[in-house]
Structure formats: structure tokens, C-alpha cells
């Protein structure tokens, strides 16, 4: 199957700072890139949909000035958590679809897990 | 939108034995839906998935089936081992290029050695 890397994997950070997280589709180009959010033993949470190089379209109740998503080429996608606070502390994962024969398949990253402290 | 129901939260079998994990689905335009395995940490991994125009897909011990007209598809892992213990969550989605995945809330499959 298709690789998605994410990185860091891993990052704890200070309340009010921002993190930035990437996720890259290593070995196709990826058209459309997903960000979710998972919360201990529950499932994913759909964020926000990117597309490469038009803005993303976020999910009812997720505020985009504080998730900020970059789909600059078709084979990386940015999240960045401005301001991060406690309540951000979570683990975020990307997947990327290849909107070509793959078709509807979702290929997911590793995830990263933020620690805010 | 789609709603994805999944019962039960959680199931525990004794290896070797069969487990079956059903999921129901309400919007009768989705055509796909996966299968993905997640262990504790870990990314979530396509097992195994079905479109809308076949009834059943088999890879190994795992299969799919689907029934459009109830509207739900079950997965089927049999002679369990206690690798296939993990969270397993089943998804639905329709073909096209603003389609996003709905996820059910996983089951949490035990195996007991």
C-alpha cells in the first residue's frame, strides 16, 4: 500500500506556543489529505479536508484560525496548533487519498501525539 | 450525512474461534467501506474493504459482507490469534472527489490465548 509519513511524532510543547505538524505522502501524490483528532479509546474525528493548493474545508465546531491546514503541493499538508492550550493535548493523524485508480482509499500517517504542558 | 452505528464496543473470543463485528450505515449512496485495524498507538490499517457492487470479498482469514438493502456490512476474522487483537473501526463513504470517510466509534477485539 501507499506510505504517509507524519511528523514529528511526538512533541510536547508550553501552553500559548505553536506547533506545526506535517504530513507527507511518500510515494503517490496525494489530491486530497485528511487531519483527524482521536482522544483516548475513541474514534477518529474527522478536522478538516485539504486539497492541494485551494483553502481547507473544516468540519462543524473546529475552529480554523486556531488549526491552521497548508496543502501546498500534492504531497505535503501542514496542521498548526496556534496558541495550543491543555485541552489541545491529543493524538492527530493524517491520511491521504489518491484520487486516481486507488479511488476511495485512505492511507493514514502515523499520527502525532501533542503534550501540552 | 452518513451515520455509522457499531455494536458492540467490545468483543472477546477464545483463539481459534471466529469473531464477526457488524456495522449499519445510513446513507444508502455510500458505495465503499473499509475495514481498519488500529493498535494501541499505532495508525489506523486498511484490512480490508467493499464496494457496493459485490456482496462478499475474502483475503485469507478476513472477510467482508455487505447487504445494501439493510444497510450493513460485517467483518469476519476466523481461527482468531492474539495478534488480531486490536481496535477495529468500520467506515462508509460514495465515490467522488469531495467524499470523506464516517468512521464507527471501533470495537475493541480481544483474543484470549
Known amino acids: 500500500g501507499a506510505v504517509v509519513s507524519q511528523h514529528p511524532s511526538r512533541v510536547i510543547c508550553k501552553s500559548g506556543t505553536s506547533v506545526k505538524i506535517e504530513c507527507r505522502s511518500l510515494?503517490?501524490?496525494?489530491?486530497?489529505m485528511f487531519w483527524y483528532r482521536q482522544f483516548p479509546k475513541k474514534s477518529l474525528m474527522l478536522m478538516a479536508t485539504?486539497?492541494?493548493?485551494?483553502?481547507?474545508?473544516?468540519e462543524q465546531g473546529v475552529e480554523k484560525d486556531k488549526f491552521l491546514i497548508n496543502h501546498a503541493s500534492l504531497t505535503l499538508s501542514t496542521l498548526t496548533v496556534t496558541s495550543a492550550h491543555p485541552e489541545d493535548s491529543s493524538f492527530y493523524i493524517c491520511?491521504?487519498?489518491?484520487?486516481?485508480?486507488?479511488?476511495?482509499?485512505?492511507?493514514f500517517g502515523p499520527g502525532t501525539r501533542l503534550t501540552v504542558l | 450525512g452518513e451515520n455509522v452505528e457499531q455494536h458492540p464496543s467490545t468483543l472477546s473470543v477464545q483463539e481459534g474461534d471466529s469473531a464477526v463485528i457488524k456495522c449499519t450505515y445510513s446513507?444508502?449512496?455510500?458505495?465503499?467501506f473499509p475495514w481498519y485495524k488500529q493498535e494501541l498507538g499505532k495508525r489506523p490499517q486498511l484490512i480490508i474493504d467493499i464496494r457496493s457492487n459485490v456482496g462478499e470479498k475474502k483475503d485469507q482469514r478476513i472477510a467482508v459482507t455487505l447487504n445494501k438493502t439493510a444497510k450493513h456490512f460485517s467483518l469476519h476474522i476466523t481461527e482468531t490469534q492474539p495478534e488480531d487483537s486490536a481496535v477495529y473501526f468500520c467506515?462508509?463513504?460514495?465515490?467522488?472527489?469531495?467524499?470523506?470517510?464516517?468512521f464507527g466509534k471501533g470495537i475493541t477485539l480481544s483474543v484470549r490465548p
Open positions: 467506515a462508509a463513504t460514495y465515490t467522488g472527489a469531495n467524499s470523506k470517510l464516517t
Open positions: 485539504s486539497n492541494e493548493g485551494s483553502k481547507a474545508t473544516y
Open positions: 446513507d444508502s449512496a455510500s458505495n465503499y
Open positions: 491520511s491521504a487519498r489518491d484520487g486516481g485508480e486507488i479511488g476511495n482509499e485512505q492511507f
Open positions: 510515494d503517490f501524490q496525494a489530491t486530497t
